[in-house]
């Protein structure tokens, strides 16, 4: 591992820690790991081993490869669902973008789940149909929808073909922020 990559995983040690938030003592008790290790990994000054970072990425809720720095590999889901991530940072806002595959006749009726976290998505291609509580939403290319996921949610493809979806999702409840202004007013 070369200094380089000890202090771009240091930085990424440091987002995640941040983004729980934890201090250096609480992830050292949490983990057992002496502060002045962590303090030293954080800061690129000592090489992070993998019995080190596997209780790390435990603790602070991300992937190996996310404090390695490794892009994940899309993923395919039971339900047909691929789901390719594009952020490497770990913590706060995560993007990803997803093919929902089409319902069948025969699919059991969605399911509405709640969890932890603010999700932001726009329709890529073809049309989604997002059920959030007692609302029912059909969606096309290029129109977005933002809701809080503690509200009951459901969403995938509508109609005969596959959905692409972009999503932004902030596992704490972080929110996009969107800054527009008309034009002419940017100087």
């Known amino acids: ?11 990424r040690l440091r987002t995640a ?3 729980r938030p934890l201090t250096l003592a609480e992830a050292a008790g949490a ?3 002496s502060v002045s ?9 000592r090489r992070a081993t993998l019995e ?28 047909g669902r691929v789901i390719v991530p594009l952020t490497k940072e770990p913590g706060g806002l995560r993007a990803y973008k997803m093919t929902l595959p089409p319902r ?21 291609s073809g049309r989604m149909r997002v059920l959030l509580a007692e609302h029912d939403l059909l969606l096309g290319k290029g129109e977005a929808v ?17 959905v692409e979806v972009l999503t932004l ?3 704490q409840g972080e929110r996009v922020h969107v800054r527009a202004r008309s034009r002419g007013q940017w100087g």
């Not at 290790?37 to 000054?45: A, F, V």
């Not at 069948?104 to 726009?122: A, I, K």
């Open 1 to 11: 591992m070369d200094d380089q990559l000890a202090a771009d995983i240091g930085t």
């Open 17 to 19: 820690r941040r983004a």
């Open 31 to 33: 983990t057992g790991i």
């Open 37 to 45: 290790t962590l303090s030293r990994l954080e800061t690129g000054g």
């Open 52 to 79: 080190q970072l596997l209780p790390l990425a435990d603790l602070y809720e991300v992937s190996l490869d996310e404090l390695v720095g490794r892009a994940e590999p899309p993923r395919k889901q039971g339900d």
């Open 104 to 124: 069948g006749d025969d699919d059991p009726v969605p399911q509405l789940r709640t969890h932890e976290g603010w999700e932001w998505m726009y329709v890529l």
């Open 146 to 162: 933002e809701f809080d996921t503690h509200v009951p949610h459901w969403f995938g493809a509508a109609g005969p073909a596959p």
């Open 169 to 171: 999702f902030g596992p």
